[in-house]
């Protein structure tokens, strides 16, 4: 059994669903808090053998782990094991004083807050609850409490959004001067309802997405801010700051979940447990492990996934065992446009290149 040194936790609840969501979660059940943490416990206990004797990083995300009753997520992050980083996700409406000082005490140690943006007619459109008010004072009410690692996830291309109000939030976001900072792009599935109501204004941001891109990258790094990742950015300075359980996952490490609808990968296979939440407690009520489907994890795909998550990176791969994943005419071709650089046993994309990012990837892989 591979003993995985990550550890993620879902906690599903949510007040409200928003319409571009596609993670597994389930408005209100405030009376099924306490169950769904004796699950989560339970499953712990059947699968403690998964994890390494000491766990680098565990994450809490959702869902709004926040929105969880007070003392169930105390009583949770209380039993999990310890771990050198502790993270948990926070809707900004969800952070008060007292909710700060229970995830100070209970060892949490860098807060991933999820601002989205500072706009409030923006906030409307994503329907999400929180204003730009709760966000600044959820930064505040941390800082207070002690969490000295604190990450905000911005998101861009939002129907109606204008260079103009990305410029103010990524302003707003450096000025509250969190140690690390997530900006992605908008991503509405197909079918939703949210790309029913904004289909056409999504299509119109879909072509401005590039040019907002290089405006995140280019405002954070001008304040400072390491680009380590497509996605994400770290300040500098003696303290490693980069996201070191999602590090994992992009550097291919194992890693155990647990809760509705999380995905584990050990030993070669994919875990997903199943998304309905009344068999997930049925079935750890019972003493059995939750429903799940497996995929096998071949060479080839492990091969494939090291590069796709690999070349996200500011750091060279080193490409031992997996040339095999690479066609060697487009290789040459791209190094010859200036979009990769090979060196000995590493491959990485330029600056340029980490610009167009996963096109360039897909036409590296065989």
Same mark, same amino acid.
């Given at each position: 059994?591979?003993?995985?040194?990550?550890?993620?936790?879902?906690?599903?609840?949510?007040?409200?669903?928003?319409?571009?969501?596609?993670?597994?979660?389930?408005?209100?059940?405030?009376?099924?808090?306490?169950?769904?943490?004796?699950?989560?416990?339970?499953?712990?206990?059947?699968?403690?053998?998964?994890?390494?004797?000491?766990?680098?990083?565990?994450?809490?995300?959702?869902?709004?782990?926040?929105?969880?009753?007070?003392?169930?997520?105390?009583?949770?992050?209380?039993?999990?094991?310890?771990?050198?980083?502790?993270?948990?996700?926070?809707?900004?409406?969800?952070?008060?004083?007292?909710?700060?000082?229970?995830?100070?005490?209970?060892?949490?140690?860098?807060?991933?807050?999820?601002?989205?943006?500072?706009?409030?007619?923006?906030?409307?459109?994503?329907?999400?609850?929180?204003?730009?008010?709760?966000?600044?004072?959820?930064?505040?009410?941390?800082?207070?409490?002690?969490?000295?690692?604190?990450?905000?996830?911005?998101?861009?291309?939002?129907?109606?959004?204008?260079?103009?109000?990305?410029?103010?939030?990524?302003?707003?976001?450096?000025?509250?001067?969190? *140690?690390?900072?997530?900006?992605?792009?908008?991503?509405?599935?197909?079918?939703?309802?949210?790309?029913?109501?904004?289909?056409?204004?999504?299509?119109?941001?879909?072509?401005?997405?590039?040019?907002?891109?290089?405006?995140?990258?280019?405002?954070?790094?001008?304040?400072?801010?390491?680009?380590?990742?497509?996605?994400?950015?770290?300040?500098?300075?003696?303290?490693?700051?980069?996201?070191?359980?999602?590090?994992?996952?992009?550097?291919?490490?194992?890693?155990?979940?647990?809760?509705?609808?999380?995905?584990?990968?050990?030993?070669?296979?994919?875990?997903?447990?199943?998304?309905?939440?009344?068999?997930?407690?049925?079935?750890?009520?019972?003493?059995?492990?939750?429903?799940?489907?497996?995929?096998?994890?071949?060479?080839?795909?492990?091969?494939?996934?090291?590069?796709?998550?690999?070349?996200?990176?500011?750091?060279?791969?080193?490409?031992?065992?997996?040339?095999?994943?690479?066609?060697?005419? *487009?290789?040459?071709?791209?190094?010859?446009?200036?979009?990769?650089?090979?060196?000995?046993?590493?491959?990485?994309?330029?600056?340029?290149?980490?610009?167009?990012?996963?096109?360039?990837?897909?036409?590296?892989?065989?």
């Amino acid at each position: 059994m591979a003993a995985a040194r990550h550890l993620y936790v879902h906690l599903p609840f949510c007040s409200s669903r928003c319409g571009y969501c596609d993670f597994v979660t389930v408005v209100g059940r405030a009376d099924q808090h306490a169950r769904y943490v004796d699950a989560v416990l339970r499953e712990l206990e059947l699968e403690c053998a998964s994890l390494a004797p000491e766990v680098e990083t565990v994450y809490l995300g959702g869902g709004t782990p926040t929105l969880t009753e007070p003392q169930e997520l105390e009583r949770l992050l209380r039993a999990l094991p310890r771990s050198a980083e502790l993270t948990i996700e926070a809707n900004p409406e969800t952070v008060t004083e007292d909710l700060a000082a229970l995830l100070k005490r209970s060892g949490v140690d860098r807060v991933s807050l999820g601002a989205q943006t500072f706009e409030a007619e923006l906030l409307e459109t994503l329907g999400r609850a929180a204003q730009p008010d709760d966000v600044r004072r959820a930064f505040a009410r941390l800082r207070a409490a002690g969490i000295d690692n604190i990450s905000l996830d911005l998101i861009y291309g939002i129907p109606g959004q204008t260079p103009d109000h990305l410029t103010r939030d990524l302003a707003e976001a450096v000025a509250l001067g969190p *140690e690390h900072l997530s900006a992605y792009e908008l991503e509405a599935k197909p079918g939703t309802r949210f790309t029913h109501a904004h289909g056409a204004e999504l299509e119109r941001q879909a072509d401005a997405l590039e040019t907002y891109f290089e405006r995140v990258v280019e405002t954070l790094v001008a304040a400072g801010y390491r680009w380590y990742e497509t996605a994400n950015f770290c300040k500098g300075g003696e303290r490693d700051l980069r996201a070191w359980h999602n590090l994992g996952y992009w550097l291919g490490d194992d890693y155990l979940g647990l809760g509705v609808g999380a995905v584990s990968t050990l030993a070669g296979v994919r875990r997903r447990n199943a998304p309905s939440l009344r068999r997930y407690l049925e079935a750890l009520e019972r003493g059995d492990l939750p429903p799940r489907e497996l995929e096998e994890l071949t060479p080839e795909i492990r091969r494939v996934e090291r590069v796709m998550l690999g070349l996200r990176l500011d750091e060279p791969l080193d490409l031992t065992g997996l040339e095999a994943a690479l066609d060697d005419h *487009e290789l040459a071709r791209l190094t010859g446009l200036g979009l990769v650089v090979r060196e000995g046993r590493t491959l990485s994309l330029t600056p340029r290149g980490r610009f167009l990012g996963g096109g360039v990837t897909a036409r590296l892989l065989a």
